[in-house]
């Protein structure tokens, strides 16, 4: 049986729930996502991570 993108993408999530070195932070995250709207939610993630990135190099001293 081949596997499909679907199937492949939602192991890939699933690994990631099961796995015991994501953060709860991001399993939490990663299951509120999937309740919601795909466009919004990877639209909302993309923006975080662009904040998180840029507060990141901030707080390294980066910029």
Same mark, same amino acid.
């Given at each position: 049986?081949?596997?499909?993108? $679907?199937?492949?993408?939602? *192991?890939?999530?699933?690994?990631?729930?099961?796995?015991?070195?994501?953060? !709860?932070? +991001?399993? $939490?995250?990663?299951?509120? *996502?999937?309740?919601?709207?795909?466009?919004?939610?990877?639209?909302?993630? !993309?923006? +975080?991570?662009?904040?998180?990135?840029?507060?990141?190099?901030?707080?390294?001293?980066?910029?």
């Amino acid at each position: 049986m081949t596997l499909t993108s $679907n199937d492949r993408i939602f *192991a890939e999530i699933n690994e990631v729930l099961g796995s015991l070195e994501a953060s !709860e932070w +991001l399993k $939490n995250a990663l299951t509120a *996502a999937l309740c919601r709207d795909c466009v919004d939610a990877a639209h909302d993630a !993309e923006q +975080l991570a662009q904040l998180l990135a840029r507060r990141c190099e901030f707080m390294l001293g980066r910029v």
